[in-house]
């Protein structure tokens, strides 16, 4: 499988109509995508899309029930050990060991990924340094915050020097000040390690910060690009009213301006081009009470509403109960 | 081979095997980040690492927990000196120990094996905490072979309860048992061949279990069962039937009767003491030697084994 990947420019990762099954339940439909060296790839889309289903495949911890994915040049299937000598993974939730020390499960993960020692000792010095853990290398983890634990398992997963580092929601159930602190040490290691990075989020403003992003939504991408070309796609601006009678404010900007309203967040949601001109002609001819009037630019939340007709926080609602435990327990689960 | 390329300027180079001659590679990419390291490139050394990481966490963790080392010495510690206390005062009624062995004596490698089974069990079915507390997730994803990381387990569980087991074995003196060496050397061989046993049985039942809550189910209807019918607690001679059978299929009868018989062949008895507590394990007339018990603990040891690497070596 190895010949399909095309040297040092090669994708670090390469998928090709990627499936998995649990049962009944497609939880990803032949997703195909590249991913290029030191490029810092985002999977978004809302709870329950298949976002960790994929990762657990590329991986190495799920089968595909159909589909190629290779990771670093290796196939997830057939060159498993490959494969997961070059990656590091960033968990939703947290695979420390509390009872160890911070430096204890950092010395554990190099050993188990053949890290030479004196090099080894450097390299924990230097990945603890870096989420400024270093003073904290002799605490037993089960004392540390949350956060704490997070920046921990980002420096675990770069101690081997991994050719592409995972990570799952590197930011959920964390406070913003964390998050950002997170996202400051991912932004670091962009710079400083060149590695490649596959990160699923459901935060829109967090795959901002991507090189890329694919939205991906009940199992299949709907939208791939760059931040700033899905958003240009989109083209047009947010209008949202409040209103005294949003069913009629539906129907005449339907009969009247020609336009398709859906409500969405409590508000009547309209996109046009050219938001500020349609405000006063919306005022002078709707003829229903207006009581306000937000415009917006395309956001990512808007590139996802324009391709699946609904907002995030939508999908996640409709979904959250497909998806009560992580994928990988749940497949665990299923198996017996 | 195309990959192998980048990999290099990554600043990993392989040691051996499937990837391509990776000298050139390294050099043509000075690299860029100084903390960028090599990693091992698969083989025996590569297990031998992993389960050496496995085993010496379960110690570490054994080591930091006093207080679980102080209440599994309880349980052992009350059936020997309480219940084995209040047995022996029952049948001294009948039987004259007449200063040599006695119930207590009959009951020390019965507890020393509990022992055994207790701690054993514990250790392997922490598997089950791991997986719920995520580190086990950390150890599958490793690069290492998932039989690897069970015999890592299985030699750390085993290591764990021998030590716990010798913490039991210090009271010897006060059932009347000599702290001869050859007793003491013959019961750590038998300790241990026990101990890979009952934590292969515990990881393959681990494998199939996904919560926490089920840790319940296991001791009551597997360790439980095990000890009581292990002949631990009486002989396993003159029994109903029934109960005759049951004795014969529990794998731990196998692992307490030699400890036993050790036991017996260094404390001096009385030929009535000797007949009733000293008697051996037998299938029909056959009373069978030492060498089997130990050979069927070993087997037992080798399928529950293998049992539990094919169960973790399966990709969802």
Known sequence: MTDLFA???????????????????????????????????????????GKSTTISMLCTLLRPTSGIAQVAGFDVTASQAEVRRRIGLVFQDTTLDDYLTAGENLR????????????????????LSMVGLWDRRDGLVRTFSGGMKRR?????????????????????GLDPQTRAHIW??????????????????????????????????EGEIVASGTPEDLKGGVGQDRVQLHTDDDAAAIAALADRFKLTATMSEGAVTVYVPGGEQFVPRLFAELGVGISSVSIARPTLDDVFMAHTGRTIRDAEASTADRNAASTWRRARAGRR | MSGVGDIGGAGVSRASSAAAP?????????????????????????DVR????????????????????????????????????GLSSLISRGVSSG???????????????????????????????????????????????????????????????????????????????PY????????????????????????????????????????????????????????????????????????????????????????TTNPVVARLFGATMTWGSWHLPIGVELALTAAFAALMLTIAVREFSKTD
């Open chain 1, 152 to 172: 921990l398992e980002i420096a675990r997963g770069l101690i081997h020097s991994p050719r592409v580092l995972f990570l799952d929601e590197p930011t959920v």
């Open chain 2, 99 to 177: 200063g040599g062995a006695n119930f207590k004596t009959f009951m020390f490698p019965g507890v020393v094996a509990m022992t055994v089974l207790f701690t054993a069990t514990f250790s392997a079915v922490s598997i089950v905490w791991d997986r719920e507390f995520g580190f086990l997730r950390e150890m599958l994803v490793a690069p290492v072979r998932r039989g690897a990381l069970i015999a890592g387990k299985c030699a750390g569980g085993a290591t764990v309860a021998t030590l716990q087991a010798l913490i039991m074995l210090a009271f010897a003196g006060l059932v009347g048992v």
């Open chain 1, 108 to 127: 554990f993960h190099a050993e188990l990924y053949g890290v030479p020692h004196p090099e080894a000792a450097q390299r924990i010095r230097d990945v």
């Open chain 2, 180 to 267: 001869s060496p050859a007793l003491i050397f013959t019961l750590i061989g038998e300790m241990l061949l026990a101990a890979v046993a009952i934590t292969a049985l515990g990881t393959a039942l681990a494998s199939r279990i996904a919560q926490v809550e089920s840790f319940q189910v296991v001791l009551q209807f597997v360790v439980l069962p095990l000890f009581f019918l292990s002949g631990a607690l009486f002989p396993l001679h003159g029994l109903p039937t029934w109960l005759s059978v049951l004795t014969r299929l529990d794998p731990l009868a196998y692992m307490v009767d030699p400890m036993r018989r050790a036991v017996f062949a260094h404390v």
């Open chain 2, 50 to 85: 992993g389960a050496t990481v496995v085993w010496r966490r379960e110690l570490i963790r054994f080591s930091r927990n006093r207080l679980r080392i102080l209440t599994s010495l309880a349980q052992p510690v009350l059936f020997l000196f309480v219940l084995g206390t």
């Open chain 1, 184 to 217: 400051g040490y991912i932004n670091d290691l962009r710079r400083r390690e060149q590695v490649t990075m596959f990160l699923t989020t459901h935060y829109m403003d967090e795959a901002e910060n991507c090189d890329r992003i694919a939205i991906i939504d």
């Open chain 1, 7 to 49: 040297g040092p420019d090669g994708p670090s990762i390469k998928v090709i109509g990627l499936t998995r099954r649990f049962g009944d339940l497609q939880a990803v439909r032949g997703v195909s995508f590249d991913v290029a060296a030191g490029e810092t790839f985002g999977f978004l889309g809302p709870n329950g899309a």
């Open chain 2, 22 to 46: 990776s000298a050139v590679a390294t050099s043509r990419h000075p690299r860029a980040v100084p903390a960028a390291v090599r990693v091992a490139g698969g083989g025996w050394q590569d």
